[in-house]
């Protein structure tokens, strides 16, 4: 069992758990590891919540808040959620600095069975997350639940590791549906292709837009990296969620 940040129990298998602490080392070793400046991810989900007229705003798999605080700069009322203890960690001691980082309600969670009230935000938001859950069934979970949060009318900005990504050429394959980077152990990505991608969402969702978008590896890898963007809409007398997928959701 892992800890949210309030102490009580947070469900997460074993291979999530492996994932979360993979990210806690690197965050223990790398830091800042893509700098404080928001995501050209982010500056185009902003112009899309804004013209929702969107005012709560959830952030999955924030890491240590960069995109999130953007956001809050923005105006919106930001509640960012991680799984790795560490990133959270660097998210609370930034907060201390200013720059809006402080606006933000961080929480530990679970990204495919979050603790969190039906229909109770505006958007989410979630980039380069997602394609470290590492399984089709994982990822459908999570947009499903992403759906379940979100209020009917409510809208989602996510992004995901293209396969024209030249990461993909960095990667070794191994057991299942993820690959594996050879420069760093441990480090999966599940790949998925456009039309994948989007039969996933489209269990959920309707597609308001969809498109490809580059930003820097990180600060110390200087190539640059291409997104799968999807902005996602949820019907305004939506029922569809997680039976439509075919899971019962655990509580």
Not at 36 to 53: K, R
Not at 72 to 80: C, I
Not at 94 to 100: E, K
């Amino acid at each position: 069992m892992a800890l949210q940040g309030d102490g009580s129990p947070m469900n997460i298998d074993s291979e999530l758990a492996e994932i979360a602490e993979f990210w806690s080392a690197r965050y223990r070793a790398e830091g800042f590891i893509w700098g404080t400046e928001a995501s050209p991810c982010a500056h185009e989900a902003a112009t899309h919540f804004a013209a929702a007229d969107a005012k709560r705003v959830l952030v999955l798999g924030c890491g240590y808040g960069r995109d999130a605080v953007y956001f809050a700069n923005q105006g919106f009322d930001v509640t960012a959620i991680d799984f790795a203890t560490e990133a959270l960690a660097l998210a609370e001691s930034w907060a201390t600095s200013g720059d809006g980082a402080g606006q933000i309600e961080y929480v530990r969670d679970n990204l495919v069975a979050l603790n969190v009230p039906d229909s109770a935000y505006d958007a989410v938001y979630s980039h380069r997350t997602l394609h470290l859950l590492l399984t089709r069934e994982r990822l459908i979970r999570a947009v499903a639940e992403i759906h379940r949060v979100l209020k009917p009318g409510g809208i989602a900005c996510i992004s995901m590791r293209s396969p024209r990504d030249p990461t993909r050429e960095k990667t070794r394959g191994s057991a299942g549906e993820d690959l594996e980077v050879s420069f760093r152990p441990g480090h999966r990505i599940l790949f998925l292709s456009n039309a994948e991608l989007g039969e996933i969402a489209g269990r959920c969702f309707s597609t308001i837009g969809q498109q490809e978008m580059r930003e820097r590896e990180s600060k110390t890898q200087n190539y640059d990296v291409i997104v799968h963007f999807l902005v996602l809409g949820k019907e305004a007398d939506s029922r569809r969620g997680f039976a439509e997928t075919g899971f019962k959701r655990d509580e």
